[in-house]
Each structure stands twice: as structure tokens, then as C-alpha cells.
């Protein structure tokens, strides 16, 4: 389990509240989906739309700025979520969870969108300074942040570069929240495995340089032998969604995108990470 983080003193750092909510980075983050590099583009669950959320349903409230520490939890997020279509797929059951267990949780989605699409929202995040922080892109390269010549798809090395190097500038805005970085879970064709295999190796390499950050790997959930599935076997909590074979489906058939029931497995995998694991 990661471990709590606190001020110098040992003791947690008081917060501060400020206005909410948070703002998108950019005007239109386009989600075009290009088939073998860019894998996890909008589709599937989702509305295509970066939505804001948090523990009691509904749009996120507003808190007024507070010049000076306060110590209620009222106001503070536990939790906030900056990703794209899997998280997309996967925010209404984390937020369905968070409720249950009296988290508050905020998260930003959109399908094709890369990390650095969202720099002004993690700015926001970072002043509001969130408990903990998860980062879950699975290796996008269409928008003009992050490949801003266009063109082509681009090799899987070169994406994963361009990631690495984004990535600290993120991380480095969070001096007292916990950070979590997703690794991408086995995809499939039409999807690009070595793509998400780049991206893998370039966050496992950013997280060997950097202690603060804790890995998320969700593939015992929806590849527990390394490998892409559709279905998986039903798990005791999938009775309503499990089909006459005993099986769930867990992926969409582009390889890369999550059903209800991969959105599941994947919050379920999210929250254990955290610390906040599911009952039942």
C-alpha cells in the first residue's frame, strides 16, 4: 500500500481551499483515433466530454478561497483523476464507489487527450493540493501538445519518449499528495501492444527516477496472464453482468477500450491502489 505523505514536520500539510471547479486545459482536445498508435482515443463509454465529479453525485461544488489554512475535510478532495478514454469508461464506477465510502473524488476525461493536454488542470489540482492524484493515459499522439507536427502515426519509441518527457513537469507540481501513475492494461489488434508496451517502459523508468510516484498496473484485472482478453471469467461481484458461460466481456472489440464491466474491474483496480479497496 502506498504510504502517507506529510510535511517535513511529519505532520500533514494544512489545505487550502480555492474555487472550483477546475478548468480544461485548451479550447477542443480532438479525439481522433489513430488505429496502432493512438490507443486509447475516444469511443466506447463516455461522452466524449471532460466531466467533473465528486462524491455525492453531481457537478462538482464551488468552495470560496480561504487565505488561511483550514483543517476541515469538508471542502478537500481526497481523490482527483486526469485521463482519457479509460478513464472515461471507468469514472462512473469509481465515483459510484467513492460515494459508498464517503470519498470525494473529482476527475477529468477525454478520450485522445494526452497528459499534456491537461496542464492547466493539474496547475488547478496542484493549488488545491488533492490527498492523491492518478494519472492514466495509455500513450495518445494526436493531439498538438504532444505531437505538434502532425502527420503520420509515429513510432511507438517515439511516443514514449515524448511521455517520459512530459511527465516530471506534472509530477513535480504535487510536493504533498500522493501520486499514482497507470500503467496501460494488454490491448489488442486493431490496438497496438507495442505502443502500450513503450508507454509502460517509459512510466516504469519515470517511476525507478522518481520514489514519489506509485505504479498502477491493471492488467490482473482485465489480463491476468499478460494478455489481452475480451471476456474473462466472472468474478463473484459480476453476477448480473455474467454471461451463461460464466464469462464477462471486459474489452470492446477496437482492442483497446473498456465495457461496463472492464470500467469496473479497472475503478476496482484504481481503488486498491489508493488504499480504498471495494468490499464485495
Excluded: K
Excluded at 102 to 111: D, M, N, W
Excluded at 209 to 220: F, N, S
Excluded at 239 to 267: F, K, M, N, Q
Amino acid at each position: 500500500m502506498p504510504e502517507e505523505r506529510t510535511d517535513h514536520d511529519g505532520a500533514p500539510a494544512p489545505r487550502r481551499r480555492r474555487l472550483l471547479p477546475l478548468v480544461v486545459a485548451g479550447a477542443v482536445i480532438a479525439a481522433t483515433a489513430v488505429a496502432g498508435v493512438t490507443i486509447a482515443a475516444g469511443g466506447g463509454a463516455g461522452d466524449g466530454q471532460p466531466v467533473e465529479t465528486t462524491a455525492g453525485g453531481g457537478q462538482a461544488a464551488t468552495t470560496t478561497t480561504d487565505d488561511g489554512p483550514d483543517q476541515s475535510r469538508e471542502d478537500d478532495i481526497d481523490v482527483a483523476v486526469v485521463g482519457d478514454s479509460l478513464i472515461e469508461q471507468s469514472r462512473d464506477q469509481m465515483q459510484a464507489h467513492a460515494d459508498a465510502q464517503g470519498l470525494t473524488i473529482v476527475s477529468f476525461a477525454f478520450g485522445g487527450s494526452a497528459p499534456c493536454d491537461w496542464m492547466d488542470t493539474f496547475r488547478e489540482l496542484a493549488d488545491v493540493r488533492p490527498r492523491q492524484l492518478v494519472i492514466s493515459f495509455a500513450g495518445n499522439d494526436s493531439t498538438e501538445c504532444v505531437n505538434p507536427g502532425g502527420g503520420p502515426p509515429r513510432d511507438p519509441q517515439t511516443i514514449a519518449h515524448a511521455y517520459r518527457r512530459m511527465m516530471p513537469a506534472i509530477v513535480d507540481l504535487f510536493d504533498d499528495t500522493e501520486v499514482f501513475v497507470v500503467v496501460p492494461p494488454p490491448v489488442g489488434e486493431p490496438a497496438s501492444e507495442p505502443a502500450a508496451a513503450a508507454i509502460r517502459a517509459a512510466y516504469r523508468e519515470l517511476a525507478a527516477d522518481r520514489p514519489e510516484i506509485t505504479l498502477v498496473d491493471p492488467a490482473p484485472q482485465l489480463g491476468p496472464d499478460g494478455e489481452f482478453h475480451l471476456s474473462l471469467p466472472c468474478e463473484t461481484w459480476e453476477s448480473a453482468a455474467c454471461d451463461a458461460d460464466g464469462t464477462v466481456a471486459v474489452r470492446d472489440p477496437d482492442g483497446i477500450h473498456l465495457t461496463p464491466a472492464g470500467g469496473e474491474r479497472y475503478a476496482r483496480a484504481l481503488l486498491e491502489a489508493l488504499g480504498h479497496p471495494v468490499d464485495g
